[in-house]
Nanobody, 124 residues
Framework: QVQLVESGGGLVQTGGSLRLSCAAS????????TGWFRQAPGKEREFVAV????????YYADSVKGRFTISRDNAKNTVYLRMNSLKPEDTAVYYC?????????????????WGQGTQVTVSS
């Protein structure tokens, strides 16, 4: 069993930066693929980024490629999402999710564990 807790959200101006954290419980977390998803008001939840268990492989949605960076520190059981050059369209609740296995899947149905989310608001 893995429990995930996101933090680091907030209000930022266009062009600003934030770093989200996803802290996990469970000693096996370091073996999990971990992803970030987001849900804007009135829209479906969408994939943002994913990282493999070691941190050696990552995959991003086209909309955030070059602006967001996912990373992990397994010693701290934490996955991060660094978000630069933020735009108003990045406004959403951001969720951390984890799954066993090795496939860097962008499909939310393949993730077994979810955090409660953290709000990111980008003002224009």
């Amino acid at each position: 069993q893995v429990q995930l807790v996101e933090s680091g959200g907030g209000l930022v101006q266009t062009g600003g930066s934030l770093r989200l954290s996803c802290a996990a419980s469970g000693r096996t977390f370091r073996s999990y693929v971990t992803g970030w998803f987001r849900q804007a008001p009135g829209k479906e939840r969408e994939f943002v980024a994913v990282i493999n268990w070691s941190g050696s492989s990552t995959y991003y949605a086209d909309s955030v490629k070059g602006r967001f960076t996912i990373s992990r520190d397994n010693a701290k059981n934490t996955v991060y999402l660094r978000m630069n050059s933020l735009k108003p369209e990045d406004t959403a609740v951001y969720y951390c999710a984890a799954r066993e296995g090795w496939n860097l899947s962008p499909r939310e149905l393949e993730y077994d564990y979810w955090g409660q989310g953290t709000q990111v608001t980008v003002s224009s």
